[in-house]
């Protein structure tokens, strides 16, 4: 019983760790590729132009972040939350984008291409100007969403309306 | 001249709720004096799909075009072609700012919004 309660504590600990020193990093130089980001919160960082490439940054909390132009290009974002993020230009090409919180974001010129979406909340965002290519919107929810002028390419199943 | 009396008619029914814009600080002021406003100056862009957005769909909201022109002369100024008046600063496109008829900065809205969203942050400013 107690190798037991020993190890469901160390394995918690591993999955709720995130990399205090990639921690440090991203804000100390704004950059963290390749870091390990998870379960970190995040919220009301500034985080304008960062470098968050092939980041693992699943359960993370981005909510409040001013995170322009940012590039989270393939990284991992299973079940983060951005809500009311400031997103505008960011790269979310290839990234893995299940699960996401997007409520009220701010995701004007947002690039989704090829990212894997999977039961994300677009609902009261804006995104005017996104680009989408290569995704699977069906599952997802858009109510309320800005759709002006929004790019969903042929590629794209599940185009809200 | 019956269909032209009702063609200018319904043009006029069409651009009632629309918003003016002014493009010239000095006049925009003198406006405001007159007609005992506040100025809405615009900074924003064409390459700016928020500031398109703004401009192509939430201002043609009918109570939100009725709200700023009951209350601000709106002066509209490009970044590509007009320098931002001394003394002010935006963080970014597009930005409101909401200044008296003396031309001092009162509030500063940065983003749009939709248009029921935009009208409360107004609401909230007064």
């Known amino acids: ?42 919220s009301g ?8 490439r092939d980041a693992n940054l699943s359960h993370a909390n981005l909510s ?3 995170a322009h132009k940012a590039d989270f ?7 983060a939350l951005f809500v009311d993020a400031n997103l505008k230009g960011a790269s979310f090409v290839g990234a893995i984008l299940k699960h996401v919180n997007f409520y009220e974001a701010k995701l004007w010129k947002v690039d989704f291409s090829r ?9 009261e965002s804006a995104l005017g100007s996104a680009i989408f290519d290569k995704n699977d919107l069906r599952d997802s929810t858009f109510k309320g969403a800005i759709l002006y002028k ?12 | 001249m019956r269909y032209l009396i009702i063609m200018i008619l319904l043009g006029l029914s069409l651009t009632a709720g629309e918003l003016r814009f002014e493009h010239d600080f000095k006049t925009a002021l003198q406006k405001a004096k007159e007609q005992k406003k506040e100025v809405m100056m615009i900074y924003s862009a064409v390459w700016c799909p928020e500031c398109s957005y703004m401009k192509e769909v939430a ?11 009951t209350h601000y002369v709106v002066l509209s100024l490009d970044i590509e072609k007009d320098k931002l008046p001394e003394g ?14 003396n031309g001092k900065e009162q509030h500063k809205v940065i983003g749009g919004d939709k248009a029921g969203k935009f009208l409360k942050r107004l609401e909230a400013l007064r």
């Open chain 1, 45 to 52: 960082l500034d985080l304008v132009m960062a470098d968050l």
């Open chain 1, 150 to 161: 929004t790019v969903f390419h042929k590629t794209v199943l599940g185009i809200p309306k």
């Open chain 1, 115 to 123: 990212s894997k979406i999977e039961r994300c909340n677009f609902d």
């Open chain 1, 64 to 66: 409040n972040t001013h």
């Open chain 1, 1 to 42: 019983m107690k190798i037991v309660f020993v190890a469901v504590l160390i394995w918690g600990t591993l999955l709720s760790a995130f990399d205090a020193k990639d921690l440090q990093q991203l804000k100390e130089d704004g950059d963290c590729a390749l870091c390990d980001l998870s379960y970190a919160d995040l």
């Open chain 2, 59 to 69: 201002f043609k909201d009918k109570a939100l075009s009725e709200y700023i022109q």
């Open chain 1, 73 to 79: 290009t393939n990284a991992d974002l299973s079940d």
């Open chain 2, 88 to 101: 002010f600063d935006y963080p970014g496109l597009p930005t409101f700012f909401f200044l008296d008829d």
